[in-house]
């Protein structure tokens, strides 16, 4: 499959065209801003760990549990064709364990482990910040009816449930993590973008060091290693 022309450029990803309408292809860049582009830095290496991290999440763990995702195939270390979907306008946030902007609202301390992990949602929007909104508000908004909140909430705890046990065989405590959703031109709603370092917080679940995105945002150093580490872990290299 061939690169037509490019559609979009995001702040880790490009987007282009193919021959077949229904696909796109993805090229991931090492590219990484923080604070909704306010940061920017280069991770070397980021882009075709999380192509190959976030392909493997998506083909092998989640669809064989049947959560419908818009992986199609990896092209090579940085490019992977996808389902073209129309990205529903919402950022999906669940936790496990208390930590970044959970933390600072609500005044506690990171690391506090919940008995239920918990959803929230943000308006997709960097002009606004990505607003924190309810489903009242979404459906407020028409960001998406009623039934696509209910099946992206139950398809987000489904891959939680997935990712959390596998990350946990990994020595690897999955803390929180963005999901976006998309519609298939037929209105299927399927799993999108990326599970990467860059949107998931991992913690070692012995040393509690940070395996993930929060080095960039925090300048805590070895931003590299860390994905590489996560990398090795899963993929045995
Ligand atoms: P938060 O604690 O800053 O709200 O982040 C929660 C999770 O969402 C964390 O794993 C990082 C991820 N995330 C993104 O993927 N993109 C974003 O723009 C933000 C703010 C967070």
Known sequence: MEKLEQLYEGKAKKVFATENPELLIVS??????????LKKGTISGKGVINNRMSNFLMGKLLEP????????EELNDRETVVKKVQ?????????????GSFAKRYGVE???????????????????????????HALALKLATKEEIETIKSM?????DALKAYFKTLGIDL???????????????????EIS??????WDDKT?????????????????????????????E
Request: one cysteine or more.
């Open 28 to 37: 991931y860049k090492d590219d990484a801003t923080a604070f909704n582009g």
């Open 65 to 72: 549990k049947g959560v419908a995702t818009h992986f199609v």
């Open 87 to 99: 990205i529903v306008p919402l950022e999906v946030i669940i936790r496990n364990i208390s930590a």
């Open 110 to 136: 990171e690391g506090i482990v919940f008995d239920e992990p918990t959803i929230e949602f943000s308006y997709k929007n960097d002009d606004l910040g990505d607003p924190l909104l309810n489903t009242y």
């Open 156 to 160: 987000a705890f489904q891959v939680n």
């Open 175 to 193: 803390v929180d993590f963005k999901l976006e959703f998309g519609r298939l031109s037929d209105g299927t709603i399927v799993l999108a973008d």
């Open 197 to 202: 370092p860059d949107t998931c917080r991992l």
């Open 208 to 236: 509690h060091e940070k395996l993930d995105k929060d080095r960039f945002r925090r300048d805590l150093g070895g931003v590299e290693d860390a994905y590489q580490e996560v990398m090795r872990r899963l993929m045995g």
